[in-house]
């Protein structure tokens, strides 16, 4: 089932007049010139065959390190409010400490510049995944160190960009980061620790929170973290599908929140978590955030595991898991496979607001998005009107969410699927490096048109 709209869209409901409206992207996936940063696990991992379904790397990906002023006019004209972006940890740090790459530094200076000039707000996160290398030898986010060396790297950004930037992210998807590179091996840096992994939650939620400190004390304000969040629905009512869909919520959802919001780790997860002193390591990770980022794209249902493995969105996931992904019929698939729902985003930040109560800050989304291929993508306008008249809904039944960005800015290299998944608002020829909007973007310009007007 496609999810084209059957006929004109009616207009979106009005949204707060200081609403964030933003575009999303990362470093490693846009930036390309990887022979002028340092190597990072993605780097390494995407040089070994098979790691990557078509068989690409990001060394090139859409050469916006070189073309991020033609890119910094698309984000203009789109009249967006914001830009997020990622600093690659390695083009600042080669080694991940040490000497700064100031050429590296540089060129975040100019893209900043360059956004401020256009009248657009710079909005970094500063980890997305793209760990550098010599981290990853000395330990990684299995080790402590790495949340150190993190800090340190915050506080080298911030000194130097600090002065223009009015909105913080420290870290991109933690749960993601986890679960896909370190427990499944799907992603970099490729290992397959399964529960194993867990430390590697626990040392990028310190990292997050000695960062905050870091940028706090460089005097940044309003910072916040971009973590990924869905509605876990059971399978069926039986009692192992419940069981299994609580796990799995407490495995997405609350064991990247509760730490943030509530510091402390859902039952049963805190004893998991190495620390010379648990406590002490909440008091940082529940450092107050100004506001909370939500990366939304699809529910999950999820069942009873089953004895064998299963292969779902792409990833392969071994038996041994207690719980396992099903299905969700009945609704449009992009071409990823993942469900639209739009309505679980309503269900997603009510429950949130339900769950934390005041301990929540204010919310935005960081980021929501589909992959779809072609130019004149309805597709794409159909999920994005979705998702924002499912935001509104939630707006409606009174949860604070001030902001929302589209993932992605323009096509990009989608990680272990390689260029063969496209989020872009803006389509990108991957061979000659053309810029063209699609209908999506064209839809959303004049959304954002209307309402200033
Ligand atoms: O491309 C990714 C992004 O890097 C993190 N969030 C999900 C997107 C789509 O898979």
């Known amino acids: 089932m496609a999810a084209t709209p059957a006929g004109p869209i009616p207009p979106l409901p009005r949204f707060p007049r200081d609403f964030l409206w933003g575009v999303s992207t990362s470093a490693h996936q846009i930036e390309g010139a990887a022979d002028q940063r340092g190597a990072s696990v993605w780097d390494a991992f995407t040089a070994v065959p098979g790691n990557v379904k078509d068989g690409t790397t990001a060394a090139v990906a859409c050469d916006h390190y070189h073309r991020y002023r033609e890119d910094v006019a698309l984000v203009r004209d789109l009249g967006v409010d914001a830009y997020r972006f990622s600093v690659s940890w390695p083009r600042v740090l080669p080694t991940g400490s040490g000497p700064v790459h100031a050429a590296g530094l540089d060129f975040y200076d100019r893209l900043v510049d360059e956004l401020c000039a256009a009248g657009v707000r710079p909005v970094p996160t500063l980890f997305h995944w793209d760990t550098p290398l010599a981290v990853q030898e000395a330990g990684g986010w299995l080790s402590r160190d790495t949340a150190e060396r993190f800090a340190e790297y915050a506080a080298v950004v911030a000194a130097r960009i600090g002065d223009r930037v009015p909105k913080w992210i420290t870290l991109n998807e933690p749960a993601e980061h986890t679960l896909l590179g370190h427990a499944l091996g799907e992603h970099a840096p490729g290992r397959r620790l399964l529960f194993d992994a867990l430390p590697v939650a626990h040392h990028q939620l310190l990292a997050h929170g000695l960062a905050v400190r870091a940028l706090r004390a460089a005097g940044a304000r309003d910072i916040g973290i971009a973590n990924s969040h869905g509605p876990t629905w059971p399978a069926s009512d039986g009692d192992e599908d419940t069981a299994a869909a609580d796990f799995y919520d407490v495995l997405l959802n609350r064991l990247f929140a509760d730490p943030l919001l509530v510091g402390h780790y859902p039952e049963g997860c805190g004893e998991l978590m190495p620390s010379p002193d648990l406590e002490a390591d909440l008091k940082v990770i529940s450092e107050p955030l100004d506001w909370y980022g939500i990366n939304f794209y699809q529910p999950t249902k999820v069942g009873a595991p089953l004895p064998h493995t299963t292969e779902f969105s ?95 800015l323009m096509d990009n290299f989608e990680w272990a699927e390689g260029y063969r998944r496209r989020f872009g608002l803006v389509h990108v020829d991957h061979t000659t490096q053309e810029r063209t909007p699609k209908a999506s973007y064209h839809w959303l310009r004049e959304v954002l048109r209307a309402r200033r007007a």
């Open 314 to 408: 792409g990833l392969t996931l071994p038996p041994e898991l207690p719980f396992s992904p099903r299905e969700i019929e009945g609704y449009p698939k992009t071409d990823f496979g993942w469900p639209v729902v739009p309505g679980a985003l309503t269900e997603l930040l009510t429950a949130f607001r339900d769950r934390y109560g005041d301990r929540l800050p204010p919310l935005v989304i960081t980021e929501n998005g589909c992959s779809y291929e072609g130019l004149d993508d309805q597709e794409r306008i159909a999920y994005l009107d979705g998702h924002l008249r499912a935001l509104h809904r939630a707006l409606e039944a009174g949860v604070d969410v001030r902001g929302y960005f589209v993932w992605s």
